[in-house]
């Protein structure tokens, strides 16, 4: 079945330059990328991302991992298209406790336990389809991707926006 999967670089993989060893173990899956990008993640977009998490007692300290508070704020997401593109991904990206992550996956290899019990996880990966279109369109417009992924609408706005000078 052909699915998209959201994959998140975190702050912690990108401050420790592992952008490229991430891409190049996930380019295994022989999947397209249809989507990347660079952000800074706001408060109210990691909320809204672990926001199935919110009632965790580590809930506050992951907002400020993802926002990139004990890193570089910025995340690398991207969206991958392909056949069994989440399980694929899942599998190559590694259980979520990275001390019980198979060591060669990229969280076995990668990931830490900080002192605070923080799984620094080096990256994120969509667990099912409907999380996937969730996560996706939290993340992307449907005009920053290449493929047409979910139904979309035009509607017609007189918004302000920033454009070179
Ligand atoms: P979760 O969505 O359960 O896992 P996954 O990222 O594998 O889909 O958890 C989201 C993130 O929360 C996870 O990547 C790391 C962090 N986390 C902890 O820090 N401690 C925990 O006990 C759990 C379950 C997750």
């Known amino acids: 079945m052909t699915q998209q999967t959201l994959v998140l670089i975190k702050p912690d993989g990108l401050k420790k330059s592992l952008t490229g060893n991430i891409l190049t173990r996930l380019s295994e899956t022989k999947l397209d ?13 990691a909320e809204r991302h672990y926001i199935l998490l919110k009632d965790k007692p580590f809930f506050n300290e992951l ?21 069994d593109a989440i399980n694929r991904v899942r599998a190559i990206c590694g259980s979520t406790n990275p001390e019980e992550a198979d060591p060669v996956s990229i969280r076995g290899a990668y990931g830490r336990i900080t002192t605070k019990g923080i799984y620094e996880n080096a990256m994120h990966a969509s667990t099912n389809e409907q999380e996937a279109e969730r996560e996706i369109k939290l993340w992307f417009n449907p005009d920053e991707i290449i493929a047409e992924l979910y139904p979309t609408k035009t509607v017609k706005e007189q918004v302000e926006r920033r454009v070179w000078a």
């Open 33 to 45: 990328i249809v989507a990347a990008k660079i952000i800074k993640v706001s408060r109210e977009l």
């Open 63 to 83: 907002l400020k991992y993802l926002m990139g508070e004990y890193h570089k704020k910025k995340v690398m997401a991207l969206v991958y298209w392909g056949e």
